[in-house]
């Protein structure tokens, strides 16, 4: 005789059992109105992505010695920024217009330009869509690193991936549907609000976890064999329910009791998409896994990691470069005060193995329904410091880029001005740039909104639009 499930042992109690049984029209109502629930949470359209990837330069990456070609900047080298006596800006007082320690050579089929800085990168231009008139509310890198992340300067909102995981859910139920993968030197400056749920209910968070260092409590603490395993599981579920209908209104105990479940099933799956030792010797050597310095066969086994979480279908990938543990230019791009050593450091670890990610996607036709997007805190100045080699923080105009499903190869949009200084045309904001993610998974970002405190909030706020030129 087969056991008892405890949905089974709860119906050969007399007053569960007649409970069951009253409510059984009550029961088809609910259904009726979780299936309405579940339409509510598909795509309002038609996708052209069913995934994304979010590259995250932390410590603002300068767009002027990387995407933003300036062939006035060069031209002008050592002179003031026409219009301005005396430039003042984030940390202090500025120097003269300087030019890109690195050189600029055009690429691919388009012949754009991009900085010798990123070569594997800049091999790719013709897949990518470059947004050049990106602007930010904040010139400071917690509030900056809060509104690409989030949407807003202010903490306390739920991050991009956590309004795409509750909006479509996952297409895998052994992974989270939301995963940040932080770099190997750290976490970003205000470290896990970039993934947090904000005010939307704990599950939609995202799962941070990276090839160094795994989900923790992963493996059971002694051997377990499969059946008595499971029928572990379907008694602490009893258990669960039990307590739960005690503490009904109790979200964060239901969303425990979620994570906790979801655990158990990723013990085998995310130890499986972790074990990058299945993958080929030729793939390691592309990645560069086995690279000398010990900061870049990280983050290439972080890009081996997402490749293998969107192969396994998770729905929002976010992959970080730059960390804020080691100090200001140090571990991250914030290159105030000696820009090109600290660049000479950063690029590498960025270039080799992000272009071996985006090429293994291509390879493996995952960028046809994979969206790929690039950012950063904001811009840097076209001057350099007074009395330093690096440029301060600038959020008047700045460079994104998307990649892959639903955009142009090869385009660009928008501009900054002759100095890379302010966007002039086709200006842009982060709403927009949110906008966007949201309209290529099929989500109308006016309709994505959750009731909190008395207001229907969206990740734009009241703001955006679809950036529509540079869409497919």
């Not at 086995?290 to 086994?301: D, I, L, T």
Request: charged share 20%; aromatic share 8%; hydrophobic share 35%.
């Amino acid at each position: 005789m087969l056991p008892l499930s405890h949905v089974g042992r709860s119906l050969l109690n007399r007053r569960d059992f007649l409970s069951h049984t009253a409510t059984g029209l009550s029961g088809i109502a609910l259904a009726s109105l979780c299936a309405a629930e579940v339409r509510s949470t598909m795509p309002h359209f038609t996708p052209q992505a069913k995934r994304v990837l979010h590259i995250f330069c932390s410590g603002a990456c300068s767009h002027l010695d990387t995407w933003d070609y300036k062939p006035e900047l060069i031209r002008r080298h050592g002179s003031p920024l026409p219009g301005i006596d005396k430039l003042v800006t984030f940390q202090g007082e500025n120097g003269n217009l300087t030019r890109s320690p690195y050189e600029f050579k055009p690429h691919g089929k388009t012949g754009k330009y991009i900085s010798n800085l990123v070569p594997q990168l800049a091999e790719l231009v013709d897949e990518m869509c470059f947004v050049h008139s990106m602007t930010a509310k904040a010139s400071s890198h917690g509030p900056a690193e809060s509104q690409m992340n989030t949407g807003f300067t202010l903490e306390g909102f739920p991050s991009a991936g956590a309004w795409v995981s509750y909006a479509l859910g996952s297409e895998n139920q052994d992974l989270p549907a939301y995963v940040a993968i932080p770099d190997p030197r750290g976490i970003p400056q205000i470290g896990p609000l970039n993934w947090g749920s904000g005010f939307l209910p704990a599950a939609y968070q995202g799962t941070a976890f990276n090839a160094d260092k795994p989900i923790a409590n992963l493996r059971p603490a002694r051997t377990v064999d499969a059946k008595s395993e499971l029928a572990s599981r379907d008694f602490l579920k009893l258990l669960n329910e039990e307590h739960l209908k005690h503490n009904p209104a109790d979200e964060g105990l239901a969303a425990r009791i979620a994570s906790y479940e979801l655990a158990a099933k990723m013990q085998l799956k995310a130890a499986e998409v972790a074990d990058l030792s299945k993958e080929t010797k030729a793939t390691h050597t592309a990645y560069g896994t086995q690279h000398k310095n010990p900061n870049q066969a990280g983050f290439a086994k972080n890009c081996l990691l997402a490749r293998r979480l969107l192969e396994k279908n998770v729905r929002y990938v976010q992959l970080f470069n730059g960390a804020y543990a080691m100090g200001e230019g140090v571990g991250n791009w914030d290159g105030h005060k000696q820009l090109k050593t600290d660049y000479d450091k950063h690029g590498p670890i960025l270039d080799g193995p992000l272009a071996a990610l985006l090429k293994d996607l291509k390879s493996r036709g995952l960028l046809s329904d994979t969206l790929v997007v690039w950012s950063t805190d904001f811009g840097r100045m076209p001057t350099f410091q007074k009395g330093a080699q690096g440029r301060d923080h600038n959020p008047k105009g700045f460079t994104v880029w998307f990649m892959g499903a639903g955009v142009k190869p090869g385009f660009s949009y928008g501009a900054t001005d002759e100095f890379g200084h302010k966007s002039i045309d086709k200006v842009s904001t982060i709403y927009d740039f949110h906008a966007t993610i949201l309209h290529l998974l099929g989500l109308d970002h006016e309709k994505l909104t959750y009731y909190h405190n008395g207001i229907a909030r969206r990740l734009t706020d009241v703001h955006g639009h679809v950036i529509k030129d540079i869409l497919l």
